[in-house]
């Protein structure tokens, strides 16, 4: 199986600063067909998980442009340009590359 | 809209068995590959189940083969998951969540999801 690693686990950021979120896999996630499926999700408290980002930089429909996704091979990050008080929450990587799929530990953010 | 929701969850004794259901609208379920996806109260998320659309191909995870199976009827647009045999560990809110169809293979849609306990 693959495992996904998330670094920090916890994340106490300034409103209007940025944040980061680092993700690391056991195996690349470039997948035969050339493609790369790393996701972020973000889940608020009380709420289901909710699609941020797909194939590591693409952002989903209505999500905001100060989250930006990259990286490649098994190195990826999340990026948050300046934090507002609605992106509280945890935040996880997925890999659907391989079955079976698998998540990050998830990284929890929190405003100071 | 798209939406979907789960019901069946609810206490359960080890061993025991539950049948959840997750009811799309919004969309039309066949033509959508969909998951399992579970979450034990305070922890992460974790993967249980897939299945393609016309449910020729379905997977699982270790923790679940061969206690839990996953089906669809898109004819009713229904999702399901039967849970068999099962153990405090199965413990968790479990999301019905649907994969996008422009092969990014990300979950672009998730139910608010149904709570099962397992305990005695």
């Known amino acids: 199986d693959i495992v996904m690693t998330q670094t920090p686990l916890s994340s106490l950021v300034t409103l209007g600063q940025p944040a980061s979120i680092s993700c690391r896999s056991s195996?690349?996630?470039?997948?035969?067909?050339?493609?790369?499926?790393l996701s972020w999700l973000q889940q608020r408290p009380g709420q289901p998980p909710r699609l941020l980002i797909y194939?590591?930089?693409n952002r989903f429909s209505g999500v905001p442009d100060r989250f930006s996704g990259s990286g490649a091979g098994t190195d990826f990050t999340l990026k948050i340009s300046r934090v507002e008080a609605e992106d509280v929450g945890v935040y996880y990587c997925?890999?659907?590359?391989?079955?079976?799929?698998?998540f990050g530990q998830g990284t929890r953010l929190e405003i100071k | 809209e798209v939406q979907l929701v789960e019901s069946g969850g609810g206490l359960v004794q080890p061993g025991g068995s539950l049948r959840l259901s997750c009811a799309a609208s919004?969309?039309?379920?066949?033509?959508?590959?969909m998951n399992w996806v579970r979450q034990a109260p305070g922890k992460g998320l974790e993967w249980v189940s897939y299945?393609?659309?016309?449910?020729?191909?379905?997977y699982y995870a270790d923790s679940v083969k061969g206690r839990f199976t996953i089906s669809r009827d898109n004819a009713k647009n229904s999702l399901n998951l039967q849970m068999n045999s099962l153990r405090a560990e199965d413990t968790a809110v479990y999301y019905c969540?649907?994969?996008?169809?422009?092969?990014?293979?990300?979950?672009?849609?998730w139910g608010q999801g149904t709570m099962v306990t397992v305990s005695s």
């Open positions: 969540a649907r994969r996008s169809d422009d092969n990014s293979r990300s979950v672009d849609a």
């Open positions: 919004g969309f039309t379920l066949s033509n959508y590959e």
């Open positions: 299945i393609s659309r016309s449910g020729s191909v379905i």
């Open positions: 195996h690349s996630l470039v997948h035969s067909d050339g493609n790369t499926y």
């Open positions: 194939k590591i930089s």
């Open positions: 997925t890999q659907a590359t391989q079955f079976p799929h698998t």
